[in-house]
């Protein structure tokens, strides 16, 4: 029985999210269904969070978020909701998080392993943005503090692989990530489908059969590479001229073609 789309993308994802936590000693996951369509992630490094008795942001080393892929994913976005306390610009205090342009106009192509690294740097303070903030105290200390340097934590989420002595080369993936073509430096870009409708989500790329692969078109020839025949310049029945009269032969026209708990004072 063939697969849909759907199925298929959900098993991908799944694959993308096993391959970051093999070379990962921050990011952990667990996923419910099969293929799974709920999961529950797992970050193990240094964030901010501010409880209610304390005034400053303090660093805490774990956070925790839940995702749901709904039927219509991956047309639609998923659904996140962040379970753990947490203090950035771009994470309300009821759990709900802001991905800049991909909150409303979502890129079907933006893979679940794509988008743990996204939710990585915004832990960190790598990424975040204050001009429309879910939590306007943190964008506020964000822009005035100056005691805190970002991002708060160094490290990729693929710590693990690049402390292989040796390692030049991206960690191997057993599927190809995919990566929208213009990711916004900043959460607060909306990418390019944002002349799309909110109500009509952007559809699927074309698929097309494994077996088969598209190749490019070969390229012409250089003209350089074909032999041009040799002038001779007294066979021409046009006069010929000396340079000091300032006439140019128009014989050939070429073209080219981001400690322990702390606090912030």
């Known amino acids: 029985m063939r697969e849909t789309p759907r199925l298929r993308r959900l098993r991908s994802d799944a694959r993308g999210l096993a391959e970051i936590q093999s070379n990962s000693s921050i990011f952990q996951f ?9 999961y529950t992630l797992t970050f193990l490094g240094k964030g901010l969070a501010r409880p209610k008795q304390e005034k400053s942001p303090i660093i805490v080393k774990e956070h925790q978020l839940t995702v749901r892929l709904g039927t219509q994913y991956p047309r639609q ?17 009821n759990g709900a ?3 800049g342009g991909y909150t409303k106009h979502w890129v079907p ?17 790598a990424n975040y943005d204050v001009s429309s903030p879910y939590n306007r ?9 100056s005691r805190t340097a ?5 490290r990729p989420l693929r710590d693990l692989f690049q402390r292989e002595e040796g390692t030049t080369s991206k960690p191997p993936t057993s599927e190809p990530t995919i990566i929208p073509p213009q990711v916004p430096p900043y959460l607060g870009k909306t990418p390019p489908s944002e002349t799309l409708a909110d109500s009509e989500p952007p559809p699927l790329p074309p698929e097309f ?6 190749l490019p078109p070969p390229l012409p020839a250089s003209r350089s590479e074909e032999p041009s025949p040799r002038r001779n310049p007294a066979a021409s029945s046009v006069p010929q001229h000396s340079p000091e009269e300032g006439i140019v032969f128009l014989d050939e026209v070429t073209s080219s073609p981001e400690e322990d708990i702390f606090r912030i004072e």
């Open 137 to 145: 105290v943190a964008a506020h200390w964000a822009t005035t503090q």
């Open 30 to 38: 667990e996923g419910r269904g099969n293929p799974p369509d709920k």
């Open 209 to 214: 059969p494994e077996d088969e692969f598209l």
């Open 109 to 125: 192509s933006l893979g679940l392993a794509d988008l743990c690294l996204m939710l990585w740097d915004m832990i960190r303070y």
């Open 97 to 99: 998080v802001c991905l």
């Open 77 to 93: 976005g998923p659904e996140l909701r962040w379970i753990t306390p947490i203090f950035h610009p771009n994470i309300a205090t």
């Open 150 to 154: 970002f991002p708060v934590d160094s």
